[in-house]
């Protein structure tokens, strides 16, 4: 079974096709790449860039805005800094969080401060906050997009999720994986094996190897995309929310002999959305479930 390759373009033009390979794509695999999106290659090799480097800095540096120090998932991660897999051993990538900006004075800050907390930003280098931001408004509105297209695929009301959104609880990552260390063993991974917790990943990487999708016949299938195409796969709330019409599928990092810079916009609705099954007298609120699943994943909120 091949992932799925699509086009924005052809979706956001109702293209019933293009529609139907979604469908088959959200409910089989769980995973695929989309093309023909606004952000274009060069956006995306900048955003890297600005990534690469603040990751590239001495570690002295980043450590002024270390995550570790809050009560929250904002700013710099370092290696071993979270467990996905409570099985396998912490993760060896590095990460650098942002989120979405409530406010000043909204009533969710105080009250979903693990989802909604403010970010925070390095000084150096110095382009780096406006070149995130920027990019960070511009792949929600991909996000949306293609949140509605799935919508149309599953024969829904295209605009059924858009209430659900305001305010988001979008959380922009950063993952830097250095090559894989040496003293890497078999419970040793950039990332190991999960499934997203929230609703749509929206994927850009540099094009390296390493991401992997277990697949429905039980194989573990690389994915990549050079930037300019993204990688698309769906969270636990998402498979809740439509009752298994869209597959939240596992995947991992390895990791190579190469770095490897990707980063992903998690695009998840707002706190007190239900995503529960519809028609189930079942309660699931967003913002709970993604907080469980954070507390579970961040050493340092473990720790909390």
Known sequence: MEIAQLDLRLLNARDSAELQRLARAVGETGFLTVGGTAL?????EAVLEAYGAFFHQPEAAKRAVDMSRTGSNRGWGAAQSEQVDPTANPDFKEVFDCGYQLPEGHPMAARALSVYAPNLWPDEPSAFRGVIETYYADA?????QMLR??????????????????PPMALLRGNWYPPRPEWAGDKDFGIAAHTDYGCLTLLATDGAPGLEVHMPDGSWQGVSAAPGT??????EMLEFWTAGEVKATEHRVTGTGAERISVPLFFNPSYDTNVAPPGSDAIIRAGE???KRFKETYLHLQDA
């Not at 929600?140 to 949306?144: I, K, R």
């Not at 993204?230 to 969270?235: C, E, K, L, S, Y």
């Open 140 to 144: 929600l509105d991909v996000a949306m």
């Open 289 to 291: 479930h993604l907080t």
């Open 40 to 44: 274009s290659p060069e956006r995306v």
């Open 230 to 235: 993204f990688v698309i796969n769906f969270g």
């Open 149 to 166: 297209a799935i919508g149309a695929a599953l024969g829904r009301d295209e605009t059924a999720f858009d209430a659900a959104f305001d």
